[in-house]
């Protein structure tokens, strides 16, 4: 089940997602399990006792901007090429600059189906620390179900984004999410923080692609 924790990184992906830094429950948790540690990319994960879902937690160090990453976010038609594994990616509706709906599928490795979900991704800037926060709730009825995919059924993401300089910044990424379907147990937590890591690393890559360059966004001071 814990490879579709990597799920959550393209409506970054992701990405996100409050409800707080370290954990998207307010429950009692399991303590986090640092399972990857790479490129100034940290990775932990923890299950949810009682429950279908696990969580996911991503440290990252990343040189830009809050508005190339919010272009970046917002960018649904190019999330093929910059959110990890997604499959497709349609734009359903643009509410504002700082909320979006869309429908995304990720490819999972065979023989489990691909899963798919409607995202609703929200845009704030707190006016005082100037951190940017990112949420992105699953919306499992945003749009009709799709052949040969499952629906995820439980997804919720939450960025934490704030500027160390003016070109770098500092990301908590956190996502909890329930993959819906039968999962093999082999893929398991290592693959999960595998796909994590590649996901953040593609992200910080494509931050400093022409097409994110020189964006403004009103709800956006820097």
């Known amino acids: 089940m814990r490879l579709f924790q990597s799920g959550c990184f393209w409506v970054l992906l992701i990405i996100s997602f409050g409800l707080g830094v370290g954990s998207v429950q307010a429950q ?10 790479k490129d100034q990319i940290q990775v932990y994960t923890r299950n949810i006792p009682g429950s279908r879902s696990s969580e996911l937690r991503v440290e990252c160090a990343m040189e830009g901007t809050q508005s190339q990453l919010v272009a970046l976010l917002s960018d649904i038609a190019n999330y093929k090429n910059v959110i990890y594994k997604t499959k497709s990616a349609r734009l359903i509706r643009r509410v504002s600059e700082t909320e979006l709906l869309y429908h995304v599928v990720t490819a999972v490795p065979w023989p489990v189906s691909d899963r798919d979900m409607g ?23 945003l749009v009709a179900t799709q052949p040969n995919t499952v629906r995820i059924a439980d997804w919720l993401a939450i960025w934490q984004v704030r500027p160390v300089t003016k070109q770098r910044m500092q990301v908590t990424y956190t996502c ?26 593609l992200i910080r890559n494509s931050l400093s692609l022409p097409r994110y360059q020189n964006k403004s966004f009103a709800f956006l001071s820097q």
């Not at 995202?119 to 009825?141: E, N």
């Open 28 to 37: 009692a948790q399991e303590a986090w399990k640092l399972a990857k540690d």
């Open 176 to 201: 909890r999410l329930d993959p819906g379907g039968d999962i093999p147990s082999w893929l398991d937590n290592v693959a999960a923080a595998t796909s994590a890591y590649q996901s953040f690393l």
């Open 119 to 141: 995202v609703k991704l929200t845009f704030t800037q707190d006016p005082a620390t100037k951190i940017l926060h990112v949420k992105g709730v699953g919306m499992p009825d």
